[in-house]
């Protein structure tokens, strides 16, 4: 029975990065192909790819979501102001998200808070998280968080610099196409358009997913038993075009190559009815951990995750505990940068 103590491994803090390679597709890229490691860098994924293989990209939009205001409150003791951040996590409805706001404690039900010009009423306090009801909704909400908001960095960003206008760009990828996302498909950030028309003109297909990226993608597995962890749950779509790439792919002895964990969790997901990829919508919280067996993928493009996460535990499930556990020693060795703005990883089971 695995535990979450098989997941853990010491990170240098130095190999933590906090801004991306420039140009992005400059990053590093270690291969993991057969029982070798090479490597190499993105630039260069071409020379590990084959005509007819087909790269699955999440097309999901990070919603600048971060947002900085005030709430003001007339008591028996005088009016109060309090700075609030909050972060949205999951839309509940065209007007309504649940937030990580900071300081919870400044909070209760029915107060306001003002961001900007618009303006959202607590609805509640649950779990360490808020419901906020916004004076505006649907894509106006969207504008005005493009607006006013910052990007939503992960936590281990943040702790170390705010979010800037830089990061409006850098934690966007360039097919980014359907906004619900509060966290970047980061794999997916070294793709810029003159490697996707190198890879193009090699015969190395694409098609396009979407996952919209929760903020429980960063959430601590909390459980030692890892079967015991509940996942949290996204929406995703794998529409009929991307499922015929996919069959057709499979069809022609093509290997099926999705660009980030996201990318990997909604096809397989979309594939775990019949064994077989169709279109699919709706709500996933696929957990794949070793044992797991794949339905369509054939490798996987990823960057490096952090110890004892859901994601660290799919890659294990993809090439072998003691193979992940090689690769990561590898990349701590060899200075690999780590985790959303850092260097990729090409898996090749």
Do not use: C
């Not at 916004?134 to 005005?144: K, M, P, Q, R």
């Not at 607006?147 to 610099?161: D, E, F, N, W």
């Not at 709706?282 to 110890?307: Q, R």
């Amino acid at each position: 029975m695995l535990s979450l103590s098989d997941f853990d491994f010491d990170l240098p803090e130095s190999l933590i990065a906090l801004r991306p390679a420039v140009p992005r597709s400059a990053s590093r890229m270690l291969v993991a192909e057969g029982d070798k490691i090479h490597d190499s860098k993105v630039a260069d994924l071409g020379r590990w790819l084959q005509e007819g293989d087909l790269l699955v990209f999440n097309n999901t939009r990070v919603i600048p979501s971060r947002l900085s205001g005030t709430r003001t409150r007339n008591t028996t003791h005088g009016s109060g102001v309090s700075h609030i951040e909050a972060t949205m996590i999951e839309r509940l409805s065209g007007d309504t998200w649940r937030a990580l706001a900071k300081p919870l404690k400044r909070l209760a039900v029915g107060d306001e808070v003002v961001f900007g010009d618009i303006y959202a009423e607590v609805m509640a306090k649950v779990d360490g998280q808020v419901e906020l009801k916004f004076s505006a909704t649907g894509d106006a909400l969207d504008e005005s968080f493009r607006r006013l908001g910052q990007m939503p960095l992960p936590p281990y960003i943040a702790s170390k610099r705010p979010a800037d206008a830089q990061d409006m760009d850098d934690y966007q990828t360039v097919f980014a196409k359907e906004t619900g996302a509060v966290a970047a498909p980061t794999a997916s950030l070294h793709f810029d358009e003159t490697l996707l028309q190198g890879l193009a003109a090699a015969g190395v297909k694409s098609t396009e997913v979407t996952l919209h990226v929760g903020a429980g993608t960063f959430l601590p597995v909390k459980t030692d038993v890892i079967s015991e962890h509940k996942m949290h749950s996204e929406w995703g779509a794998v529409s009929d075009a991307a499922a015929a790439d996919i069959a057709e792919t499979l069809a022609n002895g093509g290997r099926v190559i999705p660009v980030g964990t996201t990318a990997l969790r909604i096809i397989e997901t979309a594939a775990q009815a019949t064994g077989e990829i169709t279109a699919w919508s709706g709500d996933t919280d696929i957990f794949i951990t070793p044992g797991y067996e794949f339905k369509v993928t054939s490798a996987l493009m990823t960057n490096f995750h952090l110890p004892k996460s859901t994601l660290l535990m799919l890659v294990a499930a993809l090439v072998g505990m003691d193979r992940a556990r090689e690769i990561y020693g590898h990349a701590i060795t060899e200075k690999y940068r780590f985790f959303s703005y850092g260097d990729s990883s090409l898996l090749i089971p």
